[in-house]
Antibody
């Protein structure tokens, strides 16, 4: 069965960087795009980035340009999201999600990673 | 402020039918399909409706979606207590090299 398993919770200081992972299984990794979506406490969903696992091509949210980098390792079917220059506003649950057969539709989600920015 | 506009809250009694609206623009809903997600407290969102009106396997037919122009709506009939959740609409947006936009979410309360 399709699974997206994310790495564990993180606590970081302002100005630091965080790198989280999303390991895919149960399907052909290079066939489906992976997105990153985050949700601040008590807030809605915010789209962050998309990666084509086959080519490695990425597109980032304009708001996060220059701070976010998404990469993949096809040998382990894992996608990584690196966010730098962290501020308190980056405290959120970070989800990876697989894009299904329709553009922008997320048919499977990871369990989420709580990233807390605290001094 | 979210690109897609949803009412912040909705409510209904068991057995009732409720609808949640989602308004966008020509670059998102107007030119692309709409997806709806259900998020139960403390869990990841779950795909509820895709391509405006299609239900993934396992989603009850009490849930239905529609789209007209730059707006979409989610309808839940025969409301049940377990439907109490946050609901988000989303769509691909063709501006800015392409990206996904979400509604701000609607908290559904079953009275």
């Amino acid at each position: 069965q399709v699974q997206l398993v994310q790495s564990g919770a993180e606590v970081k200081k302002p100005g630091a960087s965080v790198k989280v992972s999303c390991k895919a299984s149960g399907y052909s990794f290079t066939t489906y795009y992976i997105h990153w979506v985050r949700q601040a406490p008590g807030q809605g969903l915010e789209w962050m980035a998309i990666i084509n696992p086959r080519s490695g091509t990425t597109t980032y949210a304009q708001k996060l340009q220059g701070r976010v980098t998404v990469t993949r390792d096809t040998s382990t079917s894992t996608v990584y999201m690196d966010l730098s220059s962290l501020t308190f506003e980056d405290t959120a649950v970070y989800y990876c999600a697989r894009e299904g057969v329709v553009r922008g539709n997320f048919d499977y989600w990871g369990q989420g990673i709580l990233v807390t920015i605290s001094s | 402020q979210s690109v897609l506009t949803q009412p912040p809250s909705a409510s209904g009694t068991p057995g009732q039918r409720v609808t949640i609206s989602c308004s966008g623009s020509s670059s998102n809903i107007g030119g692309n399909t709409v997806n709806w997600y259900q998020q139960l407290p403390g869990t990841a969102p779950k795909l509820l409706i895709y391509s405006n009106s299609q239900r993934p396997s396992g989603v009850p037919d009490r849930f239905s979606g529609s789209k007209s122009g730059t707006s979409a709506s989610l309808a839940i009939s025969g409301l049940q207590s377990e439907d109490e959740a946050d609901y988000y609409c989303a769509a691909w947006d063709d501006s800015l090299n392409g990206h996904v936009v979400f509604g701000g979410g609607t908290k559904l309360t079953v009275l």
